[in-house]
């Protein structure tokens, strides 16, 4: 049963081949994903990645209308999603030689219910900890945007004011207050003076 503080992902299967699309729906049928689409081909799939967002994008090698390297490679550049080949014993070294270094994983066929449910839960965990990495590094941007706002406003007012920096931090600290707005805010009102 899945831990109800788990964030649920999204998970797109291409596969031309029906019971490996099946057999990774039954694998990833645990309560862990909150949706999981099926697409046959590389065309169908670029579609889909258009108008929807996925976490994990399980590409089964090779595909109806191209082998699926070139389709990973895309999905890894442009969009969010981790990405999971594959692919044929023969096969599987040379495609992981070629798409490692995109941060995709190949597992080998003839796959087992196991390695692809544990490479999927990976994936899983990878994205969600580069998500939260984003958040903080947004939030860390905000922060620096408005420390710079509010410093460029000290400046206006030390300029034209006559004031002194503290006079001037003291100032910004109290409108914001005052007003009931943050000191970015606050600094904002002071620039547009």
Partial sequence: MADSNRKQH????????????????????????RAIEVRKSASLARRELIERSYDIVIINMPLSDEPGVELAMDISTKYTAGVIITASSEISEDVAEKVTDYGIIVITKPA??????????????????????????LSLEEKMNEIRIVNRAKWKLIDEKKMSEEEAHKYI????????ITRGEAAETILAQ
């Fill in 173 to 180: 600290g109290k409108l914001a207050m005052d007003s009931c």
């Fill in 10 to 33: 999204d998970v797109l299967v291409v596969s031309s081949y029906e019971k490996f699309a099946a057999s990774v729906e039954r694998a990833l049928s645990d309560g862990r994903y």
């Fill in 112 to 137: 087992t219910v196991k390695s692809v449910s544990r490479s999927v839960r990976l994936m899983c965990a990878i994205q969600d900890r580069l998500k939260k990495t984003e958040k903080k590094v």
